[in-house]
């Protein structure tokens, strides 16, 4: 990353005598320095976009127990593990930047054994799976697992092979399958006690989902369906083309900052604090009206 920075950094250097030999189109060493802390807030924002747990891992691996079936018995686990077949097939996508090129050949030649659930830790090791993060212990052995942004809102273009390629960030991810990916989860009982359900039917619900959907605000009406019988869960939208769009979220409630809190906050489950008062309404959002 220090050498992205310093090839950004040499560019923008090589291009100021161009500048300054135009007296018309001197942008000056004030200019020159804000340019360079605007790709700096350019970089460190895809970042965070990409990489950026927020801590939810707390509640992804340590409360619902998700690595624990992405791990398979055989690894500490428990069930019979996520192989990457598994994995591509509910839309999670691999970013072939991430990988060996030893890697790559051998996807390439059909060397790699997509149906072992152990390919599966070892792209989470080498952080190739795009928006989810693997945490291991010292034993190298699958502890934890949280998500990133990037889950929902990021695609690859198949370069190497059917959801394994270079990542397009910002684009709607349409295959990703996030009920069936929490339904996975071995520990759904907190789930469903917030819900006042019990837990098949928190699975009956994540199944209604289906590709590209997911429900936001489950968690705030604890309302699954619409009243005509249909799933409440929404498309997953895109993340780009957003500038300068104010109520553009699929509340309509705020901006795209506000929507960022409240996503990391509220959706992904990180740990920090989102205050929007027109939660505090126990007709409409019961769930979130108890602070809970």
């Not at 691999?94 to 390919?119: C, H, I």
Request: aromatic content about 8%; glycine content about 10%.
């Amino acid at each position: 990353m220090a050498t992205l920075r310093l090839a950004l950094f040499a560019v923008l250097v090589a291009a100021v005598p161009i500048a300054f030999a135009h007296d018309d189109e001197r942008i000056g060493l004030r200019d020159f320095a804000t340019e360079v802390h605007a790709i700096k807030e350019i970089h460190d924002g895809r970042q965070t976009f990409r990489y950026a747990t927020f801590g939810d891992e707390a509640f992804w691996g340590d409360v619902l127990g998700l690595h624990r079936a992405i791990a398979g018995a055989a690894n500490g686990g428990v069930g019979p593990g996520v192989s990457p077949k598994t994995a591509l097939s509910v839309g999670l996508k691999v970013d072939s930047t991430a990988l060996p090129k030893r890697v790559q050949r051998a996807l390439r030649a059909g060397e790699l054994n997509l149906d072992d659930p152990a390919v599966t830790l070892e792209l989470l090791r080498l952080d190739a799976v795009v928006g989810l993060t693997g945490f291991f212990d010292a034993s190298n052995r699958l502890k934890s697992v949280g998500i990133q942004c990037a889950l929902c809102h990021s695609v690859v273009d198949d370069s190497l092979a059917p959801g394994i390629g270079r990542r397009l960030d910002g684009w709607a991810n349409r295959d990703l399958n996030v009920g069936a990916i929490i339904a996975l989860a071995p520990r759904l009982e907190s789930v469903a006690t917030l819900l006042g359900v019990d837990v098949p039917t928190v699975r009956a619900v994540l199944a209604s989902w289906g590709p590209g959907r997911f429900d936001a605000e489950l968690f705030l009406d604890g309302k699954a369906f619409r009243p005509d019988g249909k799933t409440a869960a929404t498309l997953i939208p895109p993340a780009f083309g957003l500038a300068g769009v104010n109520l553009h979220t699929w509340t309509g409630w705020g901006s795209v900052t506000h929507w960022n809190a409240f996503v990391a906050n509220l959706e992904m489950h990180g740990k920090g604090t989102f205050y929007d008062p027109r939660l505090d309404d126990a007709t409409r959002f019961p769930i979130a009206a108890r602070g809970v």
